[in-house]
């Protein structure tokens, strides 16, 4: 059975830093983009960060970009999202997200193609 656990949310003060962690068990994730989409209160879930496998690749949101940084240790089977100069539009139920990159039918920031979900943690930023 194949998960995604999430960690490491929690409420930060604007300019603050948190570091996300994903869990993943089940299956071997070689071949897979790791990802990070977020939801935040009454919006779409929306893309934040994608790393490919070889970790050659690496794609952000424009919003986040130069403040997010997205790595993965493979032997561990984890990924993770350090987040810095946080801002409260920051806020939103981050998700981890694993796509296989030999079966992509959207592009690696469509939520459409995504193979597995984790089940979210909050992250809330104050201002």
């Known amino acids: 059975q194949v998960q995604l656990v999430e960690s490491g949310g929690g409420l930060v003060q604007a300019g603050g830093s948190l570091r996300l962690s994903c869990a993943a068990s089940?299956?071997?994730?070689?071949?897979?983009?790791m990802s990070w989409f977020r939801q935040a209160p009454g919006k779409e879930r929306e893309f934040v960060s994608t790393l490919s496998w070889s970790g050659s690749q690496t794609y952000y949101a424009d919003s986040v970009k130069g403040r997010f940084t997205i790595s993965r240790d493979n032997a561990k089977n984890t990924v993770y999202l350090q987040m810095n100069s946080l801002k409260p539009e920051d806020t939103a139920v981050y998700y981890c997200?694993?796509?296989?990159?030999?079966?992509?039918?959207?592009?690696?920031?469509?939520?459409?193609?995504?193979?597995?979900w984790g089940k979210g943690t909050l992250v809330i930023v104050s201002s």
């Open positions: 997200a694993a796509t296989s990159s030999r079966s992509l039918r959207y592009p690696v920031d469509d939520g459409r193609s995504v193979d597995y």
């Open positions: 089940g299956r071997t994730f070689s071949n897979y983009y």
